[in-house]
């Protein structure tokens, strides 16, 4: 198994990537602030049913258009509209550590590495259709600097908010 050759990436997809981070930490704190006073379900129903009147006005807005890349009749592979599941668990989850002593923080950067422990997963077994590839010190390094990072975060951080 050979790696295909490594691209530079756009600066506009990590500008991209990086405010999806932004955005990210935003929905866990208004889900933790939600769950905190209706409950981790509450918090789920609530963050899906706002995407789901937002994605019906978006395609109210676009009624008319017709995305140039979906081929005519093609399909997303049934195992796509999982995503909606594990979002909803997701929002429960971080909706009730957010308000533990983990906190927003600690929340984060757990879910970072867990984020980071999946996604070389699917790399090297090649979960989802993704290309396989092969780990190597690179990876480890990486895990675990962000594990050293969490564990710094959460066992040093607590108790300096007063």
């Known amino acids: 198994m050979s790696s295909p050759p490594a691209q530079r990436p756009n600066p506009l997809h990590l500008l991209a990537a990086f405010g999806s981070g932004g ?69 429960m989850l971080t909706s009730t550590a957010v308000n533990t002593p983990l906190a927003l923080a600690g929340t984060l950067a757990l879910g970072l590495a867990g984020q980071v422990v999946f996604s070389l997963a699917a790399d090297r077994w090649g979960l989802f259709g993704f290309p396989r590839r092969r780990l190597d010190l690179r990876d480890a390094g990486a895990v675990a600097l962000i594990v050293a990072g969490s564990l710094l975060i959460i066992l040093f951080g607590m108790g300096s908010a007063a």
């Open 23 to 91: 955005l990210l930490t935003l929905m866990v704190f208004f889900n933790g602030e939600a769950g905190r006073h209706g409950g981790a379900l509450f918090s789920s129903w609530l963050a899906h049913g706002t995407g789901t009147v937002a994605a019906l006005v978006l395609l109210a807005l676009l009624w008319r258009r017709r995305p140039a890349s979906a081929a005519p009749g093609s399909r997303a592979p049934l195992w796509a509209y999982l995503g909606g599941v594990s979002g909803a668990a997701t929002v």
